[in-house]
């Protein structure tokens, strides 16, 4: 069969590859698509895999995001021929195309309170997918109810991540000394709209303090070339990666993350890396889950951070098998 896949944002990429490569081994032919954002280029750059660009950057503002949605959308109705079905986590853009081509598709997302993505999502694709955690009447009002919405035990990440053995070499790409404590950054995606844009002054503070130390190597993932500037001005002791890092291997090998990223912060529950949020939007009930399970605490100082060696990462990471995901997001495959 013949599958579309889209990916709108630098997590997509680590989110839907290995779904990607189970379809191709499984015989089937897998189109990529994506739009322009932050890291994903270069991910799919280190992938390997086949890409086509789609659209652009809107800019943060509603208006902008208007336009390159609709100019993307149009792109996407003249593109690539006949599709058995489709699939994204996220992409605004897909749904819609997807429906006037009468293409089967699913849309996957884990955080319930983006309003104006997901009342057009839920309603124009087939299959709505989340977790378990997210409980059913926050996604009434989108659409997705009865027979659409499905949902999957555990984190996506438990699922994408199986089998996952982290990667040494990020950290001598990057000059992290190795017999400190390693701390992980991830900046905000200031240009999402349901974080509005806010940031306040934690993040500065936060790597003024770690700076101090002189056993604490500090890396900063930030989302563009604005945000590393910044961040590189802030003082020399910091590590600012210019472009995409195999994230997931730092997050193993860190003693702490701290991050506004829900996926990464995901990523860090999942393989047991100690991590605090520093998200400004309203808390999702994945994120709620984890505060009550313990692993995800919320930094409001500085000082809330505590930070000793975590113990060795377990390689392979024992998660849950992809198969189960990947069945429950394309149930029209054959095969």
Known sequence: MRVWVDLTNTAHVVV???????????????????????QTVDLLEDWGHDFTLLGRYGGASRAGKARAAAGRV????RFGGRFDCALAHGSTDLPVACRVRRIPNTTMFDYEW??????????????????????????????????????YPGLKEDYVLHGF????????QL???RDKLLVVVRTAPSYALYLAGARGDLVPRLLERLVERDDVSTVVLTRNADQAA????????????????????????????????????????????????????????????????????????????ELTAKPPFAAPFAGRDPAELLALALPWIRG
Request: glycine share 8%; proline share 6%.
């Open 230 to 305: 910044q961040i590189e001005a802030l003082s020399d002791r910091l590590v600012v990666p210019r472009r995409a890092v195999d994230a997931s291997s730092l997050v193993a090998f860190a003693d702490a993350l701290v991050s506004a990223g829900g996926s990464m912060n995901r990523e860090a529950a999942a393989l047991g890396t100690p991590v605090w949020t520093i998200f400004e939007g309203r808390m999702g009930a994945v994120d709620e889950r984890l505060v009550g399970e313990c692993r995800l605490r919320v930094l409001r100082e500085p000082d809330d951070l």
């Open 165 to 172: 053995t982290p990667d040494g070499s990020v950290l001598d």
């Open 74 to 77: 149009a792109q996407m109705l």
């Open 16 to 38: 839907l590859r290995p779904l990607v490569e189970r379809l191709e081994a499984a015989g089937h032919e897998v189109v990529v698509t994506a739009r322009p954002l932050s």
């Open 175 to 177: 000059g992290v000394e």
């Open 114 to 151: 983006a309003t104006l993505q997901h009342s057009l999502n839920c309603r124009l694709a087939n299959r709505v997918l989340v977790p378990e955690a997210i409980p059913p009447e926050r996604l009434a009002r989108y659409g997705a109810r009865g027979a659409k919405l499905v949902r």
